[in-house]
């Protein structure tokens, strides 16, 4: 079993920065990619980024240029520098990691972008 505790979410305002955190704890070996994913009242829980163990990065087009994932494999943790926030990425964002096949989700943080 792996536990999500995600952190860094909060109120900006339009062109500010957000860093959300996301740390695994429990059954950690053998995780393989991590990511964020968001979900805003009404839509799908869409994907944001994911980064892979060697470090292979994926973002959705409306985040390209704006937003970072990283991760530190030592602490089984992965971030999401937000840059030059919009009022369409309010949502809450979730961590996943998949280790052995099976997706884990954290309990989600609250991103809420003022015009």
């Known amino acids: 079993q792996v536990e999500l505790v995600e952190s860094g979410g909060g109120l900006v305002q339009a062109g500010g920065s957000l860093r959300l955190s996301c740390a695994a704890s429990g059954s950690t070996f053998s995780i393989n990619a991590m990511g964020w994913y968001r979900q805003a009242p009404g839509n799908q829980r869409e994907l944001v980024a994911t980064?892979?163990?060697?470090?292979?990065?994926n973002y959705a087009d409306s985040v390209k240029g704006r937003f970072t994932i990283s991760r530190a494999n030592a602490k089984n943790t992965v971030y999401l520098q937000m840059n030059n926030l919009k009022p369409e990425d309010t949502a809450v964002y979730y961590c996943n990691v998949d280790r052995l096949f099976r997706d884990y989700w954290g309990q989600g943080t609250q991103v809420t972008v003022s015009s």
């Open positions: 980064i892979s163990r060697g470090g292979t990065t």
